[in-house]
């Protein structure tokens, strides 16, 4: 079970460094930025993604519970994803047993997550500011690096 705590947590520190790519540096307005009439703003994917790994962490200790939260400013988003996955992080490399097996929570909120940060790197590409393409296999991502500070990218292209 350790290897796969172990891969969670890499899977984890992914989210960080591409989650903070896809945030760092956005537009004044973009996190009220709507596509289309029905679809989300950035404020409210951020929310969406700080409330799925609430709930991964909810599943990990054998309490599934679901929260809809209202959007915080994107600062303050911002900090709210970074500290849930600290939270959950912190719970993969402690020794309390996992209630949820690790497939069930790689294809239900940590995928999901990841592919809200792709829609919010898609819709900075949408407002004007792309974020810059990477060759992500590259990146110096580390289990239990899931902070705001996340290494310079390795290789970026346009």
Not at 15 to 44: D, N
Not at 111 to 133: F, K, M, N, S
């Given at each position: 079970?350790?290897?796969?705590?172990?891969f969670l947590r890499?899977?984890?520190?992914?989210?960080a460094?591409r989650?903070?790519?896809?945030?760092?540096?956005?537009p004044e307005?973009?996190?009220?930025?709507?596509?289309?009439p029905?679809?989300?703003?950035p404020?409210?994917?951020?929310?969406?993604v700080?409330?799925?790994l609430?709930?991964?962490?909810?599943l990990?200790?054998?309490?599934?519970k679901?929260?809809?939260?209202?959007?915080?400013?994107?600062?303050?988003?911002?900090?709210?994803f970074?500290r849930a996955?600290?939270s959950?992080?912190?719970?993969?490399?402690?020794q309390e047993p996992?209630a949820?097996?690790?497939?069930?929570?790689l294809?239900?909120?940590?995928?999901?997550?990841l592919?809200?940060?792709?829609?919010?790197?898609?819709?900075?590409r949408?407002v004007?500011t792309?974020?810059?393409?990477e060759?992500?296999?590259?990146a110096?991502?580390?289990?239990?690096?899931?902070g705001p500070?996340?290494?310079?990218?390795?290789?970026?292209?346009?």
């Amino acid at each position: 079970m350790a290897e796969f705590r172990d891969f969670l947590r890499h899977v984890l520190a992914t989210l960080a460094y591409r989650g903070s790519k896809a945030v760092r540096g956005a537009p004044e307005g973009f996190a009220a930025f709507r596509a289309s009439p029905t679809a989300r703003t950035p404020a409210e994917i951020l929310a969406h993604v700080g409330d799925l790994l609430d709930w991964a962490l909810a599943l990990a200790r054998g309490a599934e519970k679901w929260h809809d939260s209202t959007p915080l400013r994107w600062d303050d988003e911002v900090v709210r994803f970074h500290r849930a996955l600290v939270s959950l992080d912190e719970f993969l490399a402690g020794q309390e047993p996992l209630a949820a097996t690790p497939e069930r929570l790689l294809q239900g909120p940590l995928a999901d997550a990841l592919t809200h940060v792709g829609q919010i790197t898609l819709l900075r590409r949408l407002v004007g500011t792309p974020v810059r393409a990477e060759n992500y296999a590259r990146a110096e991502i580390a289990a239990g690096r899931v902070g705001p500070d996340q290494p310079a990218p390795v290789r970026e292209f346009d």
